[in-house]
């Protein structure tokens, strides 16, 4: 019985390869399709049901139903039995289609008749397309080599529609990847850009379908299977160190390994497939059933099983990643995700970056934001729907993606595109002047950096200095740890460029978000509360220790700022000071040039600091308000969960209460104090910190100009009072209270 269901398997195949090799047209393809399958199946009735939009499924062949009901029929998502297998991606075999659950009588069709219903998705790697069905008037369940045999036609299909065999007229028929995608996701790095896609991973693209000799395929898989598995452990012999690696890779070894994926792409190729269509048919079907699954590690496994599919088909296909392909003009780059090495190696190159996945924390947006590229995280489907040369425009600002957008959007873009680069202009015109404000306070803006290429944008923003530069980036884009030599001269180049205007060194801020590839993982249920920053600084001295010689040596005679990130008690911060002196100390006895000035601070990023004893505002050489952290932890809102980090606002009466008691405590204590943050760069938001009493602010370098140019035109006095006026009302936040007095300027 296997046999004979096997040889029909591949007959099947071998007469619809003979099909779509004809010249003919989509809906001629689709209509011979029908015919085929339901005479090699003894069905009376065969159809086919694509997607006309999200939401829709239309009748686009058939044979058997009313041919008049042909692009007529249509049904929501979840209606009837079609509606119902397009919906949960799952098969429905039934004897008796109308009892069953769901069941939706379409009269137009002439349906009625016909009782056995076996419906299957057309999906290709998670993405739904449409569904085939099969009916009969005898009341039947069709067997598990029918099914198989109708899920192979369905794959065919998939991989057909993807290929652009089925175009014709009419929404279900249109095109794949030529029509205009408005996608919805997370602002990671603010601004706008318009490009070309470029994929970081190109997908494989299976064009042979069907194996005419099975021991042939069954031979070429094997070995390409032998050849992922050495590649898989030579992976893990270089990556012997980095723990989370490690995991990755041993659940790479195990799918590699494991002897029933093995056995089920061998059965496929057994019932026709060719061996890279039976590697992508196993991955679907895997990635179907994972999807269902409620537990989260296997749910997690489904990326580890795609990336070892796809490397597979690599190898099966010859497609690499490398595709011959040259970067389009003004380059979009599309990837699912990406590490922070790989997006250095791109550097300014980039337009802007769009991500399927990522965090506003991760170490791409940590990168972009050091780059100034306009970043896009969350972008559902994104790698399906782009093709590398597609037009595309990103809004940073809004966390929008337009692909191959019409003639509208790309006008109202380019406007808004204008509208900033106008501003610009406008903003380059008071560069070189100081943030005076009307009642004759001066602002100190800075900036904030972490790469040597942001350094250029210190003199070209207008920035007096730089606030903040995250010393973290040389790590985390290393496979090890950087030596005390590499350090040095590093940070001798930044205190080079910024030609003797202060530079602010924030020691190495990890842990949380910010793992680093060599560092053991944490297990920890609350990361950005756990093991990170200071802590591993003082748990960890010898890594510290080397950063502080690095900086000393990299003075050379300057002044030199040193920052320590996360302190949240007094303790703290004179046990980091105490290594400070002792590297000091070490230095002198070397003979090695000190600084000509050494002025040690302090992050502010805990509510626990602002209530520290007056001894630490004392000592303390000046602190900075970390104004990310501060905020999730006063009002204990994830910055990295999207349901409540926009909950709250930084111009929330009692946050900014907050906020000026620490700028009073300072005033009383005489400590220098700054504001460092996404806050700090957003207009409204800095005029709001400069009312209440903060004269510094540090952000990136392209918020200088928007900033100075708002605080040039107002009185810090109204708005002070603007912001104590509407705390008396009762107002949650002072926002409409300020925009209003905004609006009033001239």
């Known amino acids: 019985m296997v046999e004979r269901a096997e040889s029909e398997s591949r007959k099947l195949l071998g007469r619809l390869r003979d099909t779509m090799a004809n010249q003919a047209e989509g809906q001629e393809r689709l209509d011979q399709i029908t015919h085929l399958t339901a005479d090699s199946m003894g069905t009376e009735v065969c159809s086919i049901y694509l997607f006309r939009d999200d939401e829709t499924l239309e009748l686009c062949a058939t ?3 009313k041919s008049e009901s042909v692009h007529q029929t249509r049904m929501k998502l979840g209606e009837g039995l079609v509606g119902r297998v397009a919906r949960m991606g799952k098969i429905i075999n039934t004897a008796d289609a109308p009892s069953s659950k769901g069941f939706r009588y379409m009269p137009e069709t002439g349906e009625e008749i016909y009782s056995s219903f076996l419906g299957v998705p057309i999906q290709r790697l998670g993405e739904k397309l449409g569904v085939l069905v099969v009916q009969s ?18 794959m065919v299909l998939a991989e057909m529609t993807e290929l652009g065999a089925f175009v014709g007229e009419g929404a279900a028929l249109r095109a794949r990847h030529t029509q205009p995608v408005l996608i919805r996701a997370i602002t990671g790095q603010e601004g706008t850009a318009e490009g070309h896609v470029w994929l970081h991973e190109p997908r494989v693209v299976v064009t042979n379908l069907v194996g005419d000799d099975p021991d042939t395929e069954r031979r070429r898989l094997t070995d390409a299977v032998e050849n992922l598995r050495v590649s898989v452990d030579q992976l893990l012999a270089v990556a012997s160190g980095d723990t989370e690696q ?30 890279e269509a039976a590697v992508e048919k196993e991955q679907s079907d895997v990635r179907a059933r994972m999807l269902q699954a409620t537990d989260a590690y296997l749910r997690e496994r489904l990326q580890d099983l795609d990336d070892l599919s796809n490397r597979l088909l690599r190898i099966l296909t010859g497609q690499g990643t490398q595709t011959g392909a040259e970067l389009p003009d003004n380059p979009i780059l599309v990837a699912r995700n990406i590490g922070p090495g790989e997006l250095l190696e791109y550097g300014r190159q980039l337009r802007g970056i769009v991500l399927e996945e990522g965090s506003v924390g991760s170490h791409a947006a940590i990168v972009a934001r050091a780059l100034a590229i306009p970043l896009v995280i969350n972008a559902k489907r994104i790698q399906n729907e782009a093709l590398n040369g597609d037009h595309v425009m990103v809004d940073g600002d809004q966390g929008i993606v337009h692909l191959r957008p019409d003639d509208t959007v790309v006008s109202a873009f380019r406007d808004k595109m204008a509208m900033q680069a106008k501003a610009q202009e406008r903003y380059a015109s008071i560069r070189d002047t100081p943030a005076d404000t009307l009642c004759g306070k001066t602002i100190r803006l800075d900036m904030n950096a972490g790469l040597m290429a942001d350094l250029p944008s210190l003199e070209n923003s207008g920035a007096e200095g730089v606030g903040l530069f995250r010393t973290e980036l040389q790590f985390l884009v290393r496979s090890q740890m950087p030596k005390r030599n590499e350090l040095a001269a590093l940070y001798a180049r930044v205190l080079d460029a910024a030609k003797g205007k202060r530079v602010v060194f924030r020691t190495l801020d990890i842990g949380s978000d910010k793992v680093l590839p060599y ?13 990170r920053a200071i802590r591993v600084g003082l748990d960890k001295p010898g890594v510290m220790r080397m950063q502080l010689q690095a900086l000393l040596r990299a003075a050379n005679g300057r002044p030199l700022s040193i920052m320590f990130p996360f ?13 400070v002196d002792k590297a000091v100390a070490r230095e002198k006895k070397l003979g090695h040039t000190l600084p000509e000035t050494l002025e040690i601070g302090a992050m502010l990023e805990t509510p626990s600091l602002a209530f520290a004893c007056n001894k630490f505002y004392e000592e303390v050489e000046f602190l900075s308000i970390g104004g990310n952290d501060l905020k999730q932890f006063f009002f204990a809102a994830d910055r990295e969960n999207e349901r409540v980090r926009r909950r709250y606002d930084t111009l929330n009466v009692s946050f900014l209460s907050f906020l000026e008691d620490i700028v009073n405590r300072c005033a009383t204590t005489g400590t220098p104090l700054s504001f460092c943050g996404e806050d700090a760069g957003r207009p409204v938001e800095a005029l709001c910190l400069a009312a209440i009493g903060l004269r510094s602010l540090s952000m990136r370098p392209a918020s200088v100009g ?3 140019h708002l605080l040039r035109r107002c009185n810090l006095d109204d708005v002070r009072k603007v912001i104590h006026d509407a705390r008396n009302a009762g107002d949650q936040s002072v926002r409409p209270a300020v ?4 609006r009033g300027l001239n």
């Open 706 to 708: 928007p900033v100075k």
């Open 519 to 531: 560092m053991k993982a944490q297990d920890e249920p609350n990361p950005a509360l756990g093991w």
């Open 63 to 65: 044979q058997g139903l």
């Open 137 to 154: 008037k005898t009341a039947r369940e069709f067997s598990a080599d029918e099914v198989y045999a109708l899920e192979v036609v369905a």
């Open 567 to 579: 302190v949240a008690q007094y303790e703290e911060y004179t046990a980091a000071r105490a290594e």
């Open 246 to 275: 490690v995991q990755v890779l041993e659940a790479y070894r195990m799918f590699a390994n494991s002897k029933g994926w093995l056995r089920r792409m061998e059965e496929n190729i057994d019932r026709g497939l060719s061996a």
């Open 739 to 742: 925009m209003e007095y905004l």
